[in-house]
């Protein structure tokens, strides 16, 4: 397995969301009023089992704290650690599963003011994603706005698993806005749960839920091509954040099989699938869903015909890898490079501003 060095750039690293009672002062008066009256201040919205063994590291774990609550640990055990230059924050927040359109835009935007506060003020390696209410586009849209201006934010975020199929005209507010501020679209892992996450039902364990996480990145990328976004959004970038990657090559193919089949079904669909997902597709590849063998990683770079593809995450405070080993050993320096740098600084322009 490999080991970082110092310069890696982290496009996935979470803080610990604190719970509503902690993001009150965030929040206009109503709102504060308002979840205390409904009993809601209390609301905690950790998005993992706190006990769950992929949850934390032994390690970093602290008694009575959730993982990732504290900047000072993350410093230690993973921007210093692994020699992380730059990394993005990804906060997983309950207000995009808030049923209430404009309760979900209040939690969302409370998190983007809480983590500029507590997170990217405090440590000039950090960035974040702008959280945004994905069940409501025009607000989602309204906080694009708010927080666009602050270079810090490189990305806009939503969980894979949404209201709808993610390629619908329901969602063109937010592509629109991302296009216009030249900041990718970040797909998480993760439901809004208006729908079972299989397609056959709910599951009665956490363990299919978290697996099934894969079928749904591959729906979602479905619907985004053959419902035209990428022409529509030429140069709209979505990244894939812990989708795994092993299912990448057999995707492509069936995708351009079928469409070379019924394309006429599709005529905005100009360009073959293979194409779109290589200009406009990127993934993280933590956790990987492949065996420790550099020679997995490479064939699959060879099957996908691109090495630009694939991104550096630490996942952090999450443990997917073992010891301090994020990647496969036998990678070459060239590919390294790119994952590790090279292909981040491409996916998200303003990091270039870093680094210039």
């Not at 970093?60 to 020699?83: K, N, T």
């Not at 990305?155 to 005209?169: D, F, K, T």
Request: proline share 8%.
């Amino acid at each position: 397995m490999t080991t970082m060095t110092d310069g890696a750039i982290d496009c996935d690293i979470h803080p610990g969301v604190p719970d509503i009672k902690r993001l009150l002062r965030y929040m206009e008066p109503f709102w504060q009023d308002s979840f205390v009256a409904r009993g809601l201040d209390g609301f905690d919205m950790m998005s993992y089992p706190l006990n769950a063994p992929i949850t934390c590291r032994p390690d970093w774990r602290v008694q009575g704290q959730r993982p990732g609550a504290e900047l000072a640990h993350m410093q230690r055990d993973a921007l210093d650690a692994f020699g992380i230059s730059l990394a993005v924050c990804n906060p997983l927040t309950g207000g995009q599963v808030s049923v209430s359109e404009s309760m979900g835009a209040a939690i969302c935007s409370a998190v983007n003011d809480w983590v500029i506060e507590h997170w990217l003020d405090k440590d000039a390696r950090l960035r974040a994603s702008i959280v945004v209410p994905a069940q409501a586009p025009y607000l989602a849209v309204e906080e694009i706005e708010r927080r666009a201006g602050d270079r810090r934010f490189v990305q806009i975020l939503m969980p894979v698993a949404c209201e709808m199929m993610l390629g619908r005209s329901y969602y063109w507010p937010i592509y629109e806005a991302a296009v216009k501020h030249d900041l990718p679209i970040g797909l998480h892992a993760g439901s809004m749960y208006r729908y079972a996450p299989t397609s056959t039902g709910w599951p009665s364990h956490y363990l299919h839920d978290y697996v099934a996480q894969s079928n749904t990145f591959e729906d979602q990328l479905l619907s985004l091509m053959s419902n035209g976004i990428f022409t529509k959004f030429p140069s709209l970038r979505v990244v894939l954040i812990e989708s795994g990657v092993t299912w990448l090559p057999g995707f492509i193919w069936r995708a351009v099989k079928t469409w070379r089949g019924v394309r006429a079904e599709v005529p905005w669909v100009n360009r073959s699938p293979a194409d779109i997902v290589r200009e406009n597709v990127r993934l993280t590849v933590q956790p990987i869903d492949a065996p420790p063998d550099s020679q997995v990683i490479e064939r699959i770079i060879e099957q996908i015909d691109c090495d630009r593809m694939l991104l550096f995450a630490s996942d952090y405070p999450h443990w997917q890898f073992e010891g301090d080993a994020m990647l496969p050993g036998g990678l070459s320096p060239a590919l390294l490079q790119r994952i590790r740098v090279d292909n981040p600084l491409e996916t998200y322009p303003r990091l270039k501003e870093t680094v210039q």
